[in-house]
């Protein structure tokens, strides 16, 4: 079947590459736009083309200060089209053009508008599709043509140079939505799907599209949409209520209400399903359960590879926003998750080991778990003028039970086995987290740039572990560990713009924007653990096991200061504006560390201080129709060593795991060089970006690991010398129109080509890894009622260790599509087959296929009859391929199992 699906991604490839070269014929219309009157420019004017068989839009554009506009690159789709010039103040101005054959630019000349003298009210109901208002693209949902009941998102794929992606992202011409808003505010969450998937089109006053406030010169921009409610649709309620019955004792459960008002945005949720769905918090559940299905991202909604075991999860909680004036602002949010889990891991692993030496190991997992976790989260936000305050309060409690087995063989190259390990471990842990923060900012006359940061993190962790342990037919023992563990972290980030006050105090103005900046965290941790094995006469555990049984103190400062110098230089030219901005920053970082410790071996007393020099280059080239920019940077980043690799955990019992501290490491220091290219074409609706880093390391962190006679393993972190390390990602997104119909194409490519020494039992090895992915996905509108989306994937991973090469790897095909035909009636399929390899195990392939279809009923079809067909190739399981250092290990685990579910569903939608 994996051939038949690359046959299939071929041909459609190709079909879709020679119909592109039917339209390949583009037209180019140009002309000037006046006032009829005093026979001026008009600038900013709305120029609309249609395809004047069935009005639809096929592009847009505005004049320039001198009135002229130029629409390129448009698709030769009929013979006569219609223009259509709006201004506010102005008649509208509506021309057919016929389009002569081989004609491949049109000069319509001068095109008067007269100005208006009808009433306001006439003039806002015969406002253009697309309005430019200063900076901010308008778009009126009541010019374009939409099905009853539909969501904002029919309206933006309307829309020429917008494309909403299947998983609810959006881009405008190539650059990425960072935020949808509703009324100014984010909408039940940050994600997009939430408002442009439950809004309903007829209730949009506007949709206004702007460059995003934080965009700074040193970044690429992005966009922000803004959805404007219509005065008397202000006020809403929306959500689902379902009730789900399948095969298998399939159940699923929803309810869900979500009100809002210009004050008010509350919601009511409760769901709870074991069919392996897991939200994992409000935000996911949100948009789970959006009024418009389908979309390529169906991990939310569907059993999918990545899920592991079988899994029962039940969600509940309650959200409250609330804006009390245009200052305030408050967000609480009540959350209850119970979730249930029982996997099945199967795990093949060869160790290659000196003089071309094997160990091969075959383990098998059961786990069983039930965990409970309670959390509350409350938001403050202030803001005016001067100020800018966000308060942020964080409780969580999670109590987590569990029984986990585990056998493992232990074999060398002759089939001899070295050791055979049963373990037996019952675990209950008990956590509480706190997080209080806050976030402070000011811009006036004082000081140009100000930022106070300030995060508290406390935590306590009481854990009580029984573990049955037989080792190699030797005498079975049992031990029972106890730690109470707790810790305390504090936050500090100050960010300074120091040109206002330099000019206050020294009555100087740099040309040079200086900034300073300083991070400070304060940790401190408390551990105490007691391990104990059971004495069998006594029946009692009260022979202390010393190995493991100790009382930790570790208190930890890292500071951080930065002072960076930039200097900016923007030129207006013709065509648009060059910009170039060169930013230098010196920094240092200071660590202090210290460990007090009952165990001799955990003891620890250190101190660093390192220098942290960056630099950045950025130019960018801004024109009409296009913009590129070129970023140049250098960086100095430490790896600071992990306080379980500075100190010991050793305890022979345990048999296959011990590691033994190393208090004399240093931090790994890394010098990257980056080079990164934006480049996007408005009038192709293309987009591409690279990024190329090349890094120098020193004082490598690295692994010494001795493998025992008998299976088990010894390790040690090591610092090595560096070798250089190369990463690159490419991504290039197109908008194109094949019969006059989108097509969406994304390609991503991730290239890893890392250098590094490793240490097996003394020796010293140089490994050579290289990481290769190229991913690729489509979505074409076939029809207006049918979306199709084809992806695939291609991934490689090989080692090089002295003369031998380990290799593993894969690729993947997925086939989509959404139809939505006969009305209110929706289809949705996802078929994906995956295939892996590795050098030394067996190939395995997967096949995964889920169907549902959903048919609405009522007026404003609010009611809902899905069923749905899970895993119809009975995948059963999910496959992770893992190759590091000189370890090849395929991990198998179990899934969800074929099911069939039939729903009914009630969205409740008043607007």
Partial sequence: MIRSLIILFLLAAHIMVHCQSISDRKLAIQGYVIDSVAKKPIAAATVTIYQKKNGKILHYGFTNNTGFFTLAKLSFVDSIFQIRISHIGFDKAEIDISVPV?????????IQLNRTSRRMEEVVINRPPILMNSDTLEINPEAFLLQPNAVVEDLLTKVPGIIVWGDGKITVNGKNVAKVLVEGKPFFGRDPAIATRNLPSDAIEKVKVYESPQNTAHQEEQFEIDIILKNKKKRGLFGKVSLSEGTEAHKEGTFLVNVFNPKNQISLFAGGNNTNKIARNLSDFLAANVYKPGGENLEANTPMFGQTGLNKFLIGGAKFERNWNKKLNTDIQLLLNDRKSESITDIQEIRILEGDQKQYIAEKQQHNSDGINQSYLGVIKYKNNKWDLRINTDVQKNKTSGRQRYNRNVIDQGNQLLSNLEKSIYRDEDRHKGKLGFNLRRNDSIASKFELYYKFE??????????????????????????????????????????NFVKRAFNWQPSLILDIRSNLILNQMNEDQLDLFLDTLKEAYTIKNEAISYIDNLKEAIWTPELSVSKGVVKSTGKGVNSLFVTTTFGLQALSRKNVSSHKLRSLDQYFLSTLPSATVRYERALQLSNKSLTFAYRSLLKQPGIYQLIALIDTTQKDYNRTGNNTLRAEEQYQFSFDYIDLRYDKNMSQRLHIAYSLRKNALTDNISYLADGAILTQTINAAGLPLIEGDYQYKIGKKIWNKPFNIELTSRLNANQYYFFSNEVRYKSLSTDFRLETRTLYGLLEQLKIGLSGAFSTNWNKIGMTRVRTGGHNLGLDAVLSWPRRTTLISRLVAKNFYTVGLPSDQQYLWNIELYYRMLKKEQLEIKLSAYDILKNNRTIRNILQDNVIRQVN???????????????????
């Fill in 102 to 110: 081989g004609k491949t630019e049109i000069n319509i000349g001068n």
């Fill in 458 to 499: 406390t935590q306590n962790n009481q854990l009580g572990q029984q573990e049955d342990i037989f080792f190699n037919n030797e005498i079975p023992l049992n031990r029972l560990k106890q730690t109470d563990q707790s810790n305390n972290r504090h936050e500090l980030d100050a960010n300074l713009g120091l040109n």
């Fill in 893 to 911: 685990v179990n899934n969800i199992q074929q099911f069939f579910l039939f729903s009914l569903s009630y969205y409740p939608r008043i607007f």
